[in-house]
């Protein structure tokens, strides 16, 4: 055990470089067109230090079914950038819509830090939540990772709710701000 303690120490440090195993980001992204979802990204090195101010990077390249509306990706390149602050955390509200089956990449400092799914409230992707949405919902398998807005696992009426909630919003919508389940359990997970 002792060799092992030496090797360790012997390792050279990685202090204010994102450790994926110590750092939180939920594997569940919801985006919407007015942004009226939270992800939270708290990012921690080896020795559980917080990695502050610096940038995180969803990058939804892999996922090209996903829409962004230009407030979140102004420069167009399917990156959606923010920073943390000194305690590591930062805070997203991606405005967005469509399905994808591909993964995000939460990084930070050229670390992947997560592989992430993301769903939307605006499932046909034309960046407004409307009738035809609620209608898309309701025809989806009740398991489908699309229109599950709560991270449960599931596609319900609970999510539905959600979509009911947003009809009418789009990306000039002022932000509503209230905290994705996803986030809440990505907060307490501490
Ligand atoms: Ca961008
Ligand atoms: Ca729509
Ligand atoms: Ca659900």
Redesign the pocket.
């Known amino acids: 055990v002792l060799l092992l303690l030496l090797l360790a120490a012997a390792t050279p440090a990685s202090a204010g470089v994102p450790d994926p195993r110590y750092s939180e980001a939920d594997t569940c992204i919801v985006v919407s ?1 007015a942004g009226a979802f939270t992800y939270t990204v708290r990012l921690r090195d080896e020795s559980l230090a917080p990695v502050g101010d610096v940038d995180v990077v969803l990058d939804f390249t892999a996922a090209p079914g996903i829409v962004l509306c230009t407030a979140s990706d102004p420069n167009n390149d399917r990156r959606v950038v923010a920073r943390t602050d000194a305690l590591g955390y930062v805070i997203f509200r991606v405005r967005g ?1 469509g399905q994808s089956n591909g993964l995000v990449e939460v990084q930070a400092l050229a670390t992947l830090v997560r592989g992430a799914f993301a769903r939307s409230t ?9 009738a ?2 609620v209608t898309a919902h309701q025809a989806l398998a009740s398991n489908a990772r699309a229109g599950d807005y709560d991270c449960d696992g599931d596609a319900d009426a609970a999510d539905r709710q959600f979509v009911q909630n947003q009809l009418g919003h789009n990306c000039l919508t002022v932000p509503v701000l209230r905290r994705s389940w996803g986030s809440l359990k990505s907060f307490y997970r501490d």
Do not use: A, M, N, Q
């Not at 605006?122 to 409307?130: A, I, W």
């Open positions: 067109p819509g605006d499932l046909d992707g034309d960046l407004t939540v409307e035809e949405d």
